[in-house]
C-alpha cells in the first residue's frame, strides 16, 4: 500500500504568518511522530500521537507550535506567527501501534518550510 | 541523558571499498537501536533495527550491524560500498516499548569513483 504522505512538499512563508502541515499516515497505524529537521539541530522529535491522543508532546519549541489528529489517521502540525528559526524539513512517521519492540516508524518525505 | 552520538559527520570512501560508520549511544533502559538512510531529498528509509537476540544484525542493500553492549555502540557496516550508496546515515535509538526516537546527527557519505 501507500507510505505515509505528506502535503505540501515545499512551504514559503513570511515570517508572522501562520502554516500548516499535513501528514497522512499509513493506512491503519495508530501511531504517528512528527519531527523537525534542520540544520545545526539535526532531526527532533516534536510530538507523538496514539490515535486520536498525544501522550508525549516533549518536543514542541513553544506554545506557537500544535497538532492535532483527527479519525485516528490525518495529521496536522500548526505553527503560528512563523519565526525565521522555523525553517527546516518537518518530517512525519507512522508505525502500527506505536508500542513494542517490534514497532517501527516509516517516514514520509517531509515538507521543507523556508520563513522568509 | 540520552542521547546518540555520530562522530565523523563526513565520510568519503571509493566505490569496492568497505565502509564503517560509528554510532554511540546513552542510554538509561534497554536501547532499541535503528540505522535508517536519507537520499537528498527523501524521507528516512529503515536499513536495520536491533532489539535482542544475535548482535550481529543484518538489513536491506547489503548493510549489517553489531551492537556492543559494553561499548554502547551500535556500528554500521558494508563490505563493498556502491556508488547509489552516497547519503546521509542516522543512528537512532528508542524505548524498547516502542515510541519517540533519538537520532545522531547524521553521517554524510560521498563515494568516489
Known amino acids: 500500500g501507500a507510505g505515509v504522505s505528506q502535503s505540501p512538499s515545499n512551504k514559503v512563508t513570511e515570517k508572522g504568518k501562520d502554516v500548516e502541515l499535513r501528514c497522512d499516515p499509513i493506512?491503519?497505524?495508530?501511531?504517528l511522530y512528527w519531527y523537525r529537521q534542520s540544520l545545526g539541530q539535526g532531526l527532533e522529535f516534536l510530538i507523538y500521537?496514539?490515535?486520536?491522543?498525544?501522550?508525549?508532546k516533549s518536543g514542541l519549541p513553544s506554545d506557537r507550535f500544535s497538532a492535532e489528529r483527527t479519525g485516528g489517521s490525518v495529521s496536522t502540525l500548526t505553527i503560528q506567527r512563523t519565526q525565521q528559526e522555523d525553517s527546516a524539513v518537518y518530517l512525519c512517521?507512522?508505525?502500527?501501534?506505536?508500542?513494542?519492540?517490534?514497532?517501527?516508524?516509516?517516514f514520509g518525505p517531509g515538507t521543507r518550510l523556508t520563513v522568509l | 541523558a540520552q542521547s546518540v552520538t555520530q562522530p565523523d559527520i563526513h565520510i568519503t570512501v571509493s566505490e569496492g571499498a568497505s565502509l564503517e560508520l560509528r554510532c554511540n549511544y546513552s542510554?538509561?533502559?534497554?536501547?532499541?537501536l535503528f540505522w535508517y538512510v536519507q537520499s537528498p531529498g527523501q524521507g528516512l528509509q529503515l536499513l536495520l533495527k536491533?532489539?535482542?537476540?544475535?548482535?550481529l544484525v543484518q538489513g536491506i542493500k547489503g548493510f549489517e550491524a553489531e551492537f556492543k553492549r559494553s561499548q554502547s555502540s551500535f556500528n554500521l557496516r558494508k563490505p563493498s560500498v556502491h556508488w547509489s550508496d552516497a547519503a546521509e546515515y542516522f543512528c537512532?535509538?528508542?524505548?524498547?516499548?516502542?515510541?519517540?526516537?533519538?537520532f545522531g546527527q547524521g553521517t554524510e557519505l560521498s563515494v568516489k569513483p
Open positions: 512517521a507512522s508505525s502500527l501501534t506505536g508500542t513494542g519492540h517490534t514497532d517501527t516508524q516509516y
Open positions: 493506512s491503519g497505524h495508530t501511531a
Open positions: 500521537f496514539q490515535g486520536n491522543s498525544a501522550p508525549d
Open positions: 542510554y538509561g533502559a534497554t536501547p532499541y
Open positions: 536491533y532489539f535482542s537476540g544475535d548482535t
Open positions: 537512532a535509538v528508542g524505548p524498547y516499548q516502542g515510541g519517540k526516537l533519538i
